[in-house]
């Protein structure tokens, strides 16, 4: 009986929750950088408009500053970096 009565209790007790850690957490929590593109946009008419969504952590911005880029908040300093590597993406293609 009482295992029948432990079975039914462990059906109707709420389990905790596990937390769910995102790769930028677990980056963060092992002191590494993290970059990564999280969608593209683009216009179907005019493909040339569009932009990319990135999501990074605060240790990456600080290997940018320290690789000398610049910019008055963390979105400008990586912004400045992905354009720069764009640059040098299409100049090594050409």
């Known amino acids: 009986m009482k295992n029948m009565l432990d079975k ?3 059906l109707v007790t709420p389990k905790p929750k ?10 963060t929590a092992k ?3 993290y970059i990564k593109v999280l969608d593209v946009k683009f216009d179907k008419e005019n493909p040339g408009d569009g932009y990319f969504e990135l999501e990074w ?4 911005v600080k290997k ?4 000398g880029y610049s910019g ?6 990586v ?3 992905f354009t720069g590597l764009c640059r040098q993406i299409a100049e090594d293609e050409s």
């Open 8 to 10: 039914i209790k462990g």
């Open 18 to 27: 596990q937390e769910v850690v995102s790769d930028k957490d677990k980056a």
């Open 31 to 33: 002191g590494e950088a």
């Open 57 to 60: 952590n605060k240790i990456f």
């Open 64 to 67: 940018l500053l320290d690789a």
């Open 72 to 77: 008055s908040s963390d979105d400008e300093i």
């Open 79 to 81: 912004d400045a970096w």
